[in-house]
């Protein structure tokens, strides 16, 4: 099957057009019970736009994980190989189905592992004194331990925190005023990530009011979970939405902006699929990819900031939350 359509429309669009598709393969494998193992293979252009389609290797290790007679492989590859050249590349892989994402380069074949990193050792924090930072979904659980990390760690820093809902409730904004009182700015203001010329309002808004931006933390996200083969079209939407439009429209809006970084809170269902969670798990890969994408564009000069994409594990005070015995079990 072919699900890109020929690199037409924008990526958002064709990233869930292919989980679509993804979604419909798995569904047909699982509901026609097949005893042997199938392998789906999704071939992807090891550069430019449609580059971040890997990230739905995060929706084949989900399919996986619920169906574990399916396996799935994200492979990476030049464009410009002729169509021989990658149906051998589609059959040398299949020998290694456990092996999910597989990139070649310059005629060697990698494939993607996990790594230990020692922590750093610094104690540097990328957040400076006066430093103006915008945080989406600012006012969740997640957003606000940040946004009360920054204004403990630096002086006078303005947080400027959105959300979709047009009002917080009191406990919440007891919280942002405790954070005012430690001497921060902090500013929440209602945009939906969604919304391409809200967020261009927004970014805008923010130079012009405080001077500059110098940080974004892209922490905007919704859960809708369920198996891949009662996944409806709308739950998929949902959480691709603001994780997959959301973060595109903030990193055009501020794509001449001179910001320090850009964090992007990801999850480690993204990295290693979790059941129930196929279409959130290829929302928050998205991101992972997109990151890897952007830091190209900071080299070639198209953007600047270092984007870091977190894979957050399970945050006991985030508000995404699941049952005792899923936590217990983790
Ligand atoms: N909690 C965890 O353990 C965990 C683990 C891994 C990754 N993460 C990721 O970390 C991030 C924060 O998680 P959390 O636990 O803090 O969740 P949370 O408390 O539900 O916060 C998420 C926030 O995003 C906002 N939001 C959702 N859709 C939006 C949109 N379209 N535009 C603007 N804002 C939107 C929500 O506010 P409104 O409803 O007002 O829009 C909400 O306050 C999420 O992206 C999540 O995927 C969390």
Redesign the pocket.
Known sequence: AVCAADGEGPIEDRYDACAAELSAIVTRLIKEKQKKKTLIQLLVPDRGEDNVLAGLAAFLKTAHLEHPKLYGQVIQADPDESASSLLDKLKENRTHPEQAEIRYEDGKRLVRNWRHLPAPQSGAVPWKDEGVYLL????????LIFAEEIASRVKNAVLVL????EALDEDRSARLRRLEASGARVLYQ?????DRAAVIALVRGIQEEHGTLDGIIH?????ADNYILNQTENERKTVM???VK?LINLDEAAKDVRLDFFIL?????GGMGNPGQAG?AAA?AFMDVYAARRNRLVRDNERSGQTLSV?????EE????VDKETERLM
């Open positions: 989406t979904g600012g006012a969740g659980g997640i957003g959105t959300g979709r809902a209602p945009v939906d990530v969604t922490g905007a996200g919704v859960i939405a603001p994780k959301g809170f990801s999850s480690l269902a959130y928050n894979n957050w594990p399970l945050w985030g508000g995404m939350r």
